[in-house]
């Protein structure tokens, strides 16, 4: 198993969700983070405007899966996510030791599908 952590723009967020849905990956855990990559920030467009404050608005999107799903969830998300410009974001890729479905007591590849 592996958790996938993305960050992405936050206005390529409604088409990484509709790839990631025709790759069959519907479950995830997202939220609005500021962050900066290898510009610290600064060139980086945002609604249109260079902004001179360094931390950028992004999106982050969180993705427990199976491993045959790690290949098409990655490639959903670039597909999804990727404009060409600085910004576009970046793929985290960890080993998941452990998954437990709070309800039933699950574990593993039962408790993360
Ligand atoms: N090494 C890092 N550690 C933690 N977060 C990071 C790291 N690199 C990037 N990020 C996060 O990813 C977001 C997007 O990064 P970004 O796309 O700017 O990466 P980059 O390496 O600068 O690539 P590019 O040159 O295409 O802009 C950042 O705003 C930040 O939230
Ligand atoms: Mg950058």
């Given amino acids: 198993m592996k958790l996938i952590t993305a960050l992405v723009q936050p206005h390529r967020l409604q088409k990484v969700k509709d790839e990631l849905f025709k ?4 479950k995830m855990t997202m939220n609005n983070v500021h962050g ?8 980086e467009t945002y609604r249109g ?3 001179e404050v360094n931390l950028m608005p992004k999106v982050r999107i ?3 899966v199976n491993e045959n799903f790690v290949k098409p969830a990655i490639e959903a998300i670039i597909k999804g996510a990727r404009t060409g410009k600085i910004g576009d974001g970046k793929i985290f890729i ?3 030791a452990e998954v437990v479905r709070i309800r039933t007591g699950e574990k593993g590849n039962k ?3």
Avoid: D, F, P, R
């Fill in 23 to 26: 790759a069959n990956v519907t």
């Fill in 36 to 43: 900066c990559g290898q510009q610290s920030g600064y060139n």
């Fill in 49 to 51: 405007l260079v902004h």
């Fill in 62 to 64: 969180e993705i427990a």
């Fill in 94 to 96: 960890t080993e998941l």
């Fill in 111 to 113: 408790a993360i599908g």
